[in-house]
């Protein structure tokens, strides 16, 4: 168990839909980073946020954005969701962000989108 | 930028043999290396880094890598596998941004 927690586990929804994944970190870190993984792109890093701000971005899509919170929790919002965007997100954590640092990942969140 | 290759996208070993799993980077400075392990449906458990000094890191169940500067590869090695070894294997290196850089993974069959 890595310390870090994502809820929910799985999510099916239709395409168009808006969802929001949410991810608490291990105590005492204050990064917090969004990846993706799919069959075809692989793990892919999406955005980092560092104690409620915004660090460094990657490829993520305008239709998606997130933010960190003031109890260092993050949420990820999909929206307008295809089909493509079918995949695993995982959140990862770590304690400030810079390199090196180490990152512990939650189990992630399954999407599927029908 | 910094990136690293694992050329095998699937390795079969018999449990109890041993193991060697390939990750080559490209990095300007001493890289800062990690191996991660994905089991089935779940989520990424690190297993070692390598951040500077002995050039032989030991990690959990069991493995150890060695970073080799000359040959640019810090490959994860264990002993002897057990059937709960079978999983997806990544090499990792930091991408620039504190992102981390992912390979594409090797993913590890294990037979009786």
Do not use: M
């Amino acid at each position: 168990d890595s310390g870090v927690t994502q809820t929910p586990k799985h999510l099916i929804t239709a395409t168009g839909q808006r969802v929001t994944l949410r991810c608490s970190p291990r105590s005492g870190d204050l990064s917090v980073y969004w990846y993706q993984q799919s069959l075809d792109q692989g793990l892919q890093f999406l955005i980092q946020y560092y104690n409620g701000e915004e660090r460094a971005k990657g490829n993520i899509l305008e239709r998606f954005s997130a933010q960190q919170f003031p109890d260092l929790h993050s949420e990820l919002n999909l929206s307008s969701l295809e089909l493509g965007d079918s995949a695993l997100y995982f959140c990862a954590s770590s304690l400030q962000g810079g390199s090196p640092d180490t990152q512990y990942f939650g189990p992630g969140t399954r999407l599927t989108v029908l | 930028a910094q990136s690293v290759t694992q050329p095998d996208i699937h390795i079969t070993v018999s449990e109890g043999a041993s193991l060697e799993l390939r990750c080559n980077y490209s990095y300007g400075a001493t890289p800062y290396l990690f191996w991660y392990v994905q089991s089935p449906g779940q989520g990424l458990q690190l297993l070692l880094k390598y951040f500077s000094g002995d050039t032989l890191v030991q990690g959990i169940k069991g493995f150890e890598a060695e970073f080799k500067r000359s040959q640019s590869s810090f490959n994860l090695r264990k002993p002897s596998v057990h059937w709960s070894d079978a999983a997806e294997y990544f090499c990792a290196v930091p991408g620039g941004n504190e992102k981390l850089t992912f390979g594409t993974g090797t993913r590890l069959t294990i037979i009786p």
